[in-house]
């Protein structure tokens, strides 16, 4: 993006803002990375205007790696169970876009502020949004909000330049083929700035013997399907974001080019899609047909990864809904049931 185009967006959200006293900052259900920098640079944005803003989320913190950011970095979150987000003046979500399974948010309650890098959803509510800055060409929201912060002009402190290196880094996979010349750019600028010792410790946390349980699980359980395609059922989650942690794992084995983890927690079913095939064919376009005509089901992502989620009602077995999402993955990508093999016993051409 031009640089008078984010001058522009930074003036309209300044004017927007500017005088209220209650606003609270919302990511997504069970916040990544990405989602945490994001709010993290934008309520330091806020503050450094002289507003005052909370950080609220539902959901997990999963993934050691996630747990180790908030800690390191200490990212102030408080849970959106213990607020109630109409009492505030301004409600900024980042990192999703309504409407969404995904934003801890009644229907009935719009956001003012919507800043994400997600395409934009054909039942898109953005016209109904005062502030709306949605860049799906960019490989991380951490990069949108990291521009206002430099074009504003304000001294970035290590542990907000590392929040945002972090968010940019994990959501582009360090920079891959997902990442757009704007994130490549704005990740050099950071980088002087960032604490390599806190970076180092955010990315290598110790692991807690639950994690390789679970690892072990996801590789014991994969099936695969030629061609190139591998899925983990893991049943009953401990810890939901275990699920992309084993989607990136296995996508890393030779001879695959599509993964699917799937699992349920605490009544809903949730699956990860990796994909190093993404330019061909989009994960983002195969999670949203897995959920398609299944109720309280929500999907989206990037053409490299993307995710799922489907509330469970009393009446639906999660274990017919689970094999009916892997039905329609391995379907939709040319292959059957019928094909799947176990993945550890398989040749080496898998």
């Given amino acids: 993006m031009e640089s008078s185009d984010v001058s522009s967006k930074l003036s309209k959200l300044k004017e927007l803002v500017t005088g209220k006293r209650k606003i609270l900052i919302l990511t997504h ?18 503050k ?72 934009i959803a054909k039942k898109s509510l953005i016209n109904r949004i005062p502030f709306v800055d949605i860049r799906p060409h960019y490989g991380s929201t951490s990069t949108i909000v990291a521009s206002y912060l430099l074009e504003a002009g304000v001294e970035l402190i290590p542990m907000v330049a590392t929040a945002l290196y972090y968010g940019i880094k994990s959501d582009t996979r360090d920079l891959g083929p997902s990442a757009s010349q704007e994130d490549v750019r704005i990740a050099g600028v950071l980088y002087p700035k960032v604490s390599l010792r806190v970076l180092s410790e ?13 690892l072990k699980e996801g590789i014991q359980n994969a099936i695969y399907f030629p ?58 376009k195969i999670a949203k047909c897995l959920v398609r005509g299944i109720n309280g089901g929500g999907a989206g992502g990037h053409p490299s990864m993307a995710g799922g989620k489907i509330g469970l009602t009393p009446s ?27 993945f550890i016993g398989t040749n080496g051409n898998t």
């Fill in 227 to 284: 061609p190139g395609i591998l899925v983990s059922d893991l049943g009953s989650l401990s810890y939901v974001d275990m699920l992309s942690v084993v989607a990136d794992l296995l996508l890393r084995a030779e001879g695959v080019r599509w993964v699917l983890s799937i699992g349920e927690w605490k009544g809903n079913i949730f699956f990860s899609i990796r994909t190093s095939d993404g330019r061909r064919q989009s994960a983002d």
């Fill in 48 to 119: 450094k205007w002289g507003i005052n803003s909370i950080i609220a989320y539902e959901g997990v913190l999963g993934r050691p790696e996630n747990r180790a950011m908030m800690r390191r970095l200490r990212i102030p979150l408080c849970s959106v169970k213990a607020i109630e987000p109409r009492n505030f003046s301004i409600i900024a979500v980042v990192d999703t876009q309504p409407p969404s399974t995904n934003i801890p948010l009644s229907p009935q309650i719009m956001p003012t502020i919507v800043i994400d890098h997600h395409p």
């Fill in 29 to 46: 259900l069970n916040p990544d990375p990405d989602a945490l920098a994001s709010a993290y640079g934008l309520r330091y944005l806020f």
């Fill in 316 to 342: 639906q077995n999660g274990l017919e809904i689970r094999q009916k999402l892997i039905k329609r993955f391995v379907k939709e990508l040319g292959s059957s049931l019928e094909k799947g093999l176990p």
């Fill in 202 to 214: 955010i990315e290598n946390p110790k692991l807690p013997r639950e994690y390789f349980k679970v």
